[in-house]
């Protein structure tokens, strides 16, 4: 008897986020920011968790969405890619040190301040791909909420910078953007290889209780694939924005109202750090030029600190050396997956001591 209006209140509740999503993914995308279609269905979900509407993603397609993500890291790992960051590895790992200690060292502060709990800050600060350091954060304890907010509104704030800078430094045009096929498939073996890594590898993982495994485990796994020959990945747009809205969801979601007036009230000290670590970025930006021999503008695109992606779609339009500009930003993005924790521990470790 009560069964039924519930679930067709649920119905509406999803209906309704279905219809705010497609709304604000349309504008985000529309307005070219990267991943807006994530980021238009984490802000949905945080638009009717605020209203204390509870809806939640199941676990399995959670994971399935992370295995479709840690695939689209892997196809960035190209091997010309890696081969340069061989070849030149001191200035690869100088820069990259220097902008993880800066951001663990912000971290630090924040804990310090308790302006966040516990080893969120260092998590929110981490200079990586946003969406996996959400995910890994979420791994490792932290609060994917105060996490989420940290992170998109860092790459909001470089990436603006960032298109900024080279809208005025450059004067070569921007191509027009191409129109999207989303359920283009070039070739369907290589789908199907593909869906098999980010499905089967990701439940895997994710039933093994790998922290962060059902992202990273297919990162590596395909990275570790592709190299040799054996993969080609490919994943149609669709696809793609399926797995971002799942992902933006299950993030949004999770907030509550006082997570969001906590979170705006951490705004100004928040900022401050995201400005500080661009000024760290901009300081590795003038010893790329000066001693590696690199043009201002490929250098501070390739030490800025935001996304991988955003910063590969503003070097794609710009006249820069996007090979080394790209092959900085995974080198840092491995780098802190592979340190991330260690950091986070660390941090935490030392903040209980200080006190």
Not at 18 to 26: P, Q, T, Y
Not at 119 to 143: F, H, I, N, Q
Not at 320 to 348: C, I, Y
């Amino acid at each position: 008897m009560f069964a039924s209006p519930f679930r067709a209140m649920t119905a509406l509740w999803w209906s309704l986020l279905l219809l705010i999503s497609a709304v604000f993914g349309w504008a985000l995308t529309a307005l070219h920011l990267p991943a807006g279609v994530l980021l238009g269905c984490m802000l949905a979900g945080i638009v009717l968790s605020s209203q204390e509407i509870r809806l939640g993603i199941p676990t399995t397609l959670f994971a399935l969405a992370q295995g479709v993500l840690g695939c689209l890291m892997a196809k960035s790992l190209q091997p010309s890619t890696l081969a340069k960051v061989a070849s030149d590895w001191p200035i690869f790992v100088g820069a990259t040190f220097s902008i993880i200690a800066a951001s663990a060292a912000l971290g630090w502060l924040l804990m310090r301040r308790q302006v966040f709990p516990g080893t969120t800050a260092v998590w929110g600060l981490a200079p990586g791909a946003a969406s996996a350091m959400v995910l890994m954060a979420e791994a490792y304890g932290a609060d994917v909420r105060l996490v989420a907010f940290m992170q998109y509104l860092r790459v909001a704030v470089v990436t603006a910078v960032a298109a900024l800078v080279a809208h005025f430094w450059t004067t070569r045009a921007a191509p027009m953007a191409p129109e999207v096929h989303w359920f283009a498939v070039i070739n369907p073996g290589d789908l199907g290889w593909t869906l098999l890594l980010a499905f089967a590898v990701s439940s895997i993982a994710g039933w093994l209780h790998i922290p962060g495994g059902p992202m990273v485990v297919p990162l590596v796994l395909g990275a570790a694939l592709q190299a040799m020959g054996w993969l080609v990945i490919e994943l149609p747009p669709a696809l793609l924005a399926v797995a971002y809205a799942v992902i933006g969801w299950s993030i949004g979601l999770r907030f509550t109202r006082a997570i969001l007036l906590h979170a705006l009230r951490a705004l100004p000290a928040v900022l401050g750090s995201i400005f500080a670590l661009m000024g760290v970025g901009l300081v590795i930006a003038l010893g790329l030029t000066q001693w590696a021999g690199h043009d201002p503008l490929t250098s501070y695109l390739a030490s800025s600190p935001g996304g991988a992606d955003s910063v590969a779609i503003i070097a794609a339009t710009s006249a820069v050396d996007a090979g080394f500009v790209m092959a900085m930003q995974l080198a840092r993005f491995l780098m802190v997956l592979v340190l991330g924790p260690r950091v986070s521990k660390f941090v935490a470790t030392r903040s209980r001591f200080d006190r």
